[in-house]
Each structure stands twice: as structure tokens, then as C-alpha cells.
């Protein structure tokens, strides 16, 4: 199984400041179709999760751009500027390259 | 607008069997690949199978951990899928999500599952 490792655990932060998540994968997450199947996810207190960005880098509708999602292969950075108070919640990164499908263990996000 | 909502979650004995429904509205069903995720009382979130469309045959996938015991399927009339639970463990207990899309796009409210004796 692909093992996805999450890095910090949990983040305090004040509102405004800019943070970022790392997911690294055990193995490469490039399908032979050449696209890289990484996406984040958001779980607010209480809620279900929420996609943020998919494929590394794109971000769903509605998503401020105060999101954004870097990496490649086995590396991959969420990073948040500017944080606001809805920002708070836990990040999962999860990848649908390879089976079965499989999440990191998350990053609390909260306030300082 | 997007939707999904589960139900069929409920308290359960070990060894008994339980059948989840999730049912959709708001986008194009019958070509969208459908998940089960869970998530444990531990919060973290576990896959559990998935099934393609009609055009790729409607094939499915399985966790290790239920393969064998649980079969999902789907019914593109009723814009709905369907997690069959045979065999519950108390391991098994968890809030269940349905999601649709490849890559997670969108999720139901959840439903949960104790199995308990």
C-alpha cells in the first residue's frame, strides 16, 4: 500500500499568517496516464470532508486562492496564505494513483 | 447543487449484516465513479471500495480489510450506491462516507456504524 506521511501533525497559527502542510508518498504518484492523482482535503469540526484542490494543484470552484498545492512524484506542499478563522479544521492529503487508496493521517490546523 | 446522503448506519452485533444506501443528486450519476470511505472513531479515514461506471464495466475494488465481506454496487436509475456489509467486526465501526468522482470531488454527510454486542 502507498503510505502517505503528513508533516506537521498539528499547526497553531494566528489569523493572517501563511502556513504550510507537507505529504510525502512511499511511492511515485504519476499514473502511467502522466498525471499526478494527489489531492487535499479539509475536514471542519463536525463536518464531512471537503476537497480543496485536486491533481496537485488545481483548485476546486470556490476555493480562495489563498490555497495552493505544489509538488511532484513523491512531494507534495499545501500551502495557505493568510489564514482566516474557516481556514481551521484538519488536512488530509490523499492519493487515487494506485490501489487501494489512501489517506495521510492529517494536520490540525488551529489558532494560536 | 451537489448531494449525497447516506443512510442505513445503525448499531449492529458482530457477526451480522448491515446494508448502506447513498443516494445523489445534482450531477450525472451514472458516469461517475463512487467511493466508501470511513472514518474511525480514531479520525482517521480509511477507504473502503470503489466502483467505476457502466463504461468500464462497473468494476469494483476492494480494502483487504473488507474484501470478501463487504460488496459495493450501484444503481444508475436511482442515481444511488449501495455498500453491503456482511460479517461486521467491531473494527468496522466508523461514521461511513460516500464520495463521488476519481479523486474524492464530493461527500455525503456521513453515516455511522457501531458494531457492538
Same mark, same amino acid.
Not at chain 1, 499568517?17 to 496516464?33: F, G, R
Not at chain 1, 478563522?85 to 487515487?96: E, H, I, R, S
Not at chain 2, 458482530?14 to 470511513?38: D, E, I, Q, Y
Not at chain 2, 474511525?40 to 480509511?46: F, G, I, N, V, Y
Given at each position: 500500500?502507498?503510505?502517505?506521511?503528513?508533516?506537521?501533525?498539528?499547526?497553531?497559527?494566528?489569523?493572517?499568517?501563511?502556513?504550510?502542510?507537507?505529504?510525502?508518498?512511499?511511492?511515485?504518484?504519476?499514473?502511467?496516464?502522466?498525471?499526478?492523482?494527489?489531492?487535499?482535503?479539509?475536514?471542519?469540526?463536525?463536518?464531512?470532508?471537503?476537497?480543496?484542490?485536486?491533481?496537485?494543484?488545481?483548485?476546486?470552484?470556490?476555493?480562495?486562492?489563498?490555497?495552493?498545492?505544489?509538488?511532484?512524484?513523491?512531494?507534495?506542499?499545501?500551502?495557505?496564505?493568510?489564514?482566516?478563522?474557516?481556514?481551521?479544521?484538519?488536512?488530509?492529503?490523499?492519493?487515487?494513483?494506485?490501489?487501494?487508496?489512501?489517506?495521510?493521517?492529517?494536520?490540525?490546523?488551529?489558532?494560536? | 447543487?451537489? *448531494?449525497?446522503? /447516506?443512510?442505513?448506519?445503525?448499531? !449492529?452485533?458482530?457477526? @451480522?449484516?448491515?446494508?448502506?444506501?447513498? +443516494? &445523489?443528486?445534482?450531477?450525472?450519476?451514472?458516469?461517475?465513479?463512487?467511493?466508501?470511505?470511513? *472514518?474511525?472513531? /480514531?479520525?482517521?479515514?480509511?477507504? !473502503?471500495?470503489?466502483? @467505476?461506471?457502466?463504461?468500464?464495466?462497473? +468494476? &469494483?475494488?476492494?480494502?483487504?480489510?473488507?474484501?470478501?465481506?463487504?460488496?459495493?454496487?450501484?444503481?444508475?436509475?436511482?442515481?444511488?450506491?449501495?455498500?453491503?456489509?456482511?460479517?461486521?467486526?467491531?473494527?468496522?465501526?466508523?461514521?461511513?462516507?460516500?464520495?463521488?468522482?476519481?479523486?474524492?470531488?464530493?461527500?455525503?454527510?456521513?453515516?455511522?456504524?457501531?458494531?457492538?454486542?
Amino acid at each position: 500500500d502507498v503510505v502517505m506521511t503528513q508533516t506537521p501533525p498539528s499547526l497553531s497559527v494566528a489569523i493572517g499568517q501563511s502556513v504550510s502542510i507537507s505529504c510525502k508518498s512511499s511511492q511515485s504518484l504519476v499514473y502511467s496516464d502522466g498525471k499526478t492523482y494527489l489531492h487535499w482535503l479539509l475536514q471542519s469540526s463536525g463536518r464531512s470532508p471537503k476537497r480543496l484542490i485536486y491533481q496537485v494543484s488545481n483548485l476546486d470552484s470556490g476555493v480562495p486562492d489563498r490555497f495552493s498545492g505544489t509538488g511532484s512524484q513523491k512531494d507534495f506542499t499545501l500551502k495557505i496564505s493568510r489564514v482566516e478563522a474557516k481556514d481551521l479544521g484538519v488536512y488530509y492529503c490523499a492519493q487515487t494513483t494506485h490501489f487501494p487508496r489512501t489517506f495521510g493521517g492529517g494536520t490540525k490546523l488551529e489558532l494560536k | 447543487e451537489v *448531494q449525497l446522503v /447516506e443512510t442505513g448506519g445503525g448499531l !449492529v452485533q458482530p457477526g @451480522k449484516s448491515l446494508k448502506l444506501t447513498c +443516494a &445523489t443528486s445534482g450531477f450525472t450519476f451514472s458516469n461517475a465513479w463512487m467511493h466508501w470511505v470511513r *472514518q474511525s472513531p /480514531e479520525k482517521q479515514l480509511e477507504w !473502503v471500495a470503489q466502483i @467505476k461506471a457502466k463504461s468500464n464495466n462497473y +468494476a &469494483t475494488y476492494y480494502a483487504e480489510s473488507v474484501k470478501g465481506r463487504f460488496t459495493i454496487s450501484r444503481d444508475d436509475s436511482k442515481s444511488s450506491v449501495y455498500l453491503q456489509m456482511n460479517s461486521l467486526k467491531e473494527e468496522d465501526t466508523a461514521i461511513y462516507y460516500c464520495s463521488s468522482g476519481g479523486g474524492f470531488a464530493y461527500w455525503g454527510q456521513g453515516t455511522l456504524v457501531t458494531v457492538s454486542s
